[in-house]
């Protein structure tokens, strides 16, 4: 299924955030920051990026239902996005 922009606009938004906050990141660990500072920013990454996925195949199911509802056949089926889902689990 493509992407399009009303489907991915919040988890996108999520993303650019997360690689701010990356780029941070590594800095802290370039700087011999504290490891705790560090581990506790990169767990903030991995949540955000989790989060946008999250998003992306929340709308997926979304679209693939509407289609369902209009009489159309969904870009994905039910046990892709199923298995999508679980890759992020």
Do not use: W
Not at 16 to 22: D, E, P, S
Not at 32 to 48: F, I, M, P, W
Not at 49 to 71: L, P, T
């Amino acid at each position: 299924m493509k992407l399009r922009p009303e489907m991915t606009g919040d988890a996108l938004t999520r993303l650019k955030r997360a690689r701010g906050q990356l780029n941070a990141v590594v800095d802290m660990m370039e700087d011999g920051h504290d490891c705790r500072e560090v581990l506790t920013q990169l767990a903030a990454v991995s949540k955000a990026v989790d989060r946008a996925g999250y998003k992306i195949i929340a709308s997926g199911m979304r679209h693939c239902n509407a289609a369902r509802e209009q009489g159309e056949t969904p870009e994905m089926t039910e046990e892709e996005l199923e298995k999508l889902f679980l890759t992020l689990a």
